[in-house]
Nanobody
Framework: QVQLVESGGGLVQAGDSLRLSCAAS????????MAWFRQPPGKEREFVAA????????YVRDSVKGRFTISRDNAENTMYLQMNNLKPEDTAIYYC???????????????????WGQGTQVTVSS
């Protein structure tokens, strides 16, 4: 059973940066694919980025590519999402998720993730 706790959200202005953290515990993370999803106001939850814990391979959605970077710290069992040049359309609740498997093939499929954090709010003002 994997437990996930996000932190780092907040209210920022367009063009600012934020780094989200997801502290993981309770599982063998080398067996997991981990990801960030977000849920904008009034919309469905959508994929943002994923990382294979073992090896560090990543996959990032096109709309944030070049602005967002996903990474992990093995020693701290923590995943990060560095968000630069934030835009108002990035406003959402951001969730971290973990799913069994070490392939990126289904990285953007929400159904492939079994464990979720409680979410952290990111608000970007124009």
């Amino acid at each position: 059973q994997v437990q996930l706790v996000e932190s780092g959200g907040g209210l920022v202005q367009a063009g600012d940066s934020l780094r989200l953290s997801c502290a993981a515990s309770g599982g063998t993370l080398s067996e997991y694919r981990m990801a960030w999803f977000r849920q904008p106001p009034g919309k469905e939850r959508e994929f943002v980025a994923a990382i294979i814990w073992s090896g560090g391979r990543t996959y990032v959605r096109d709309s944030v590519k070049g602005r967002f970077t996903i990474s992990r710290d093995n020693a701290e069992n923590t995943m990060y999402l560095q968000m630069n040049n934030l835009k108002p359309e990035d406003t959402a609740i951001y969730y971290c998720a973990a799913g069994e498997g070490i392939r990126l093939l289904y990285a953007s499929d929400i159904k492939k993730y079994n464990y979720w954090g409680q979410g952290t709010q990111v608000t970007v003002s124009s």
